[in-house]
């Protein structure tokens, strides 16, 4: 049997998750506390609280395999999942992708030509998905929900003023492509089936857009098609930092209640959230395909 020996200043929170044997209060001698197995813990611990120095004597049988740490688990899930999506770029747009270049939309932001057209179907896409996102959030009776109401990310009503802007200019509006429509359908279906899923497409989504690959598309198309008009799309009430802090904070509280392999599922959806989203952002670089 192996023994670790550290100090500790706090109390065990309650949680439905600790399958206690019994418990005593600090007055106590000692308190045995065992934890349920799962793959985030192999085997059962033995907790001992000596009393009289509050050291936290952790028992594991010999030879035992610790936890996996996970990339970037110690600073909270969200940093997990920014370590997945950013793998999940191309070399030509960042540093820590993984992936191959295959698509259009893969080469650099900077080499993209943007035409109007493109633009517009870009756009009206978009409003779709976001229309979804935000209806779900503000519908849901699901309590995980609640939190993301009102962050300040929201973006169809802003969608919506600069699709009528276009439409004051004298452009026609397209339809979404069925890809989007049935993209909006999917998220409607996992937010009420499969929580952590629909998660990992809410975070994909408000992040990519809100940090700095989205605006520096919105940048270049300002530049290059829009005579330096800076659409409501890439404008936020408040400091955009801050904005993403606090839902980034909202984010790590929800993921606490989930299991380790609730956030795996999670994590491994990361690649459908681009694969879908990447059927938008074609739109945008390919406007006929």
């Not at 493109?118 to 609640?146: M, Q, R």
Request: hydrophobic share 35%.
């Amino acid at each position: 049997m192996t023994t670790v020996r550290f100090t500790v200043t706090f109390r065990f929170p309650a949680s439905p998750r600790l399958d206690c044997e019994s418990y005593a209060g600090l007055k106590a001698r000692t308190a045995r506390v065992s934890y349920p197995l799962t793959i985030a813990t192999r085997r059962h611990h033995l907790v001992q609280i000596a009393n009289e120095d509050r050291t936290l004597l952790v028992k594991a049988a010999a030879g035992e395999i610790p936890n996996k740490r996970y990339p970037g688990e110690p600073k909270g899930f969200v940093e997990e999942m920014r370590s997945v999506a950013m793998k999940m770029h191309p070399r030509t747009q960042s540093k820590e992708g993984k992936r191959e270049s295959k698509a259009p939309q893969d080469s650099p932001v900077a080499t993209w030509e943007f035409t109007v057209e493109g633009y517009l179907k870009f756009l009206v896409e978009n409003k779709l998905v976001f229309d979804t996102l935000e209806g779900i959030i503000h519908d849901s009776t699901v309590p995980t929900y609640a939190a993301f109401k009102n962050t300040g990310l929201e973006r169809a009503n802003n969608l919506a003023k600069d699709l009528e802007w276009f439409k004051e200019q004298g452009y026609e509006l397209p339809e979404p492509k069925a890809h989007c429509k049935t993209y909006s359908l999917y998220l409607k279906d996992i937010a009420e089936n499969d929580p952590p899923a629909f998660i990992c497409h809410f975070y994909n989504i408000y992040f990519g857009h809100s940090a700095g690959g989205g605006r520096m598309i919105g940048s270049k198309v300002s530049e290059r098609i829009l005579d330096n008009k800076k659409l409501e799309f890439y404008k936020w009430d408040g400091d955009i930092s801050e904005l993403l802090t606090n839902l980034s904070e909202e984010l790590n509280k929800v993921s606490e209640l989930w299991t380790r392999e609730e956030k795996n599922h999670c994590l491994e959806e990361t690649e459908k959230a681009f694969k879908c989203y990447g059927h938008l952002l074609r739109s945008l670089v390919s406007p006929d395909l």
